[in-house]
């Protein structure tokens, strides 16, 4: 029987509809939200303006960051997931108070 699951994710102020196992959700709407927070930082730094540009910046930042933790004495996923899940917070603190001052 097919597992996969329909979810949408939202990029760089885009919205993907991807289809993934159900098993897989959380954690691939947890990498969209890291990347997007990736590619916001970069878009915040200001030097990078071209979008293609700052999603590859973004993506590039993102394997290095996994080169790295694979070069450790090991590759410990959870301790991946603890910090997309403290990244994802961050990111819904920051929005509630933006839409609260807009208020």
Known sequence: MNNNQRLIVHIAGRE?????PAAEREEIQLAATYLDEKIQTI???????DSDRVTMIAALS???????????SSFDKNEIKRRIV??????????????????
Do not use: P, W, Y
């Open 62 to 72: 993102i394997a290095h960051e996994l080169l790295i933790l694979r070069d450790g």
């Open 16 to 20: 993907f509809s991807l289809t993934c």
């Open 43 to 49: 878009k915040a730094d200001g030097k990078t303006v």
């Open 86 to 103: 403290a990244l994802k917070r961050k990111i819904d603190e920051a929005m509630a108070n933006k839409g609260s001052q807009s208020m």
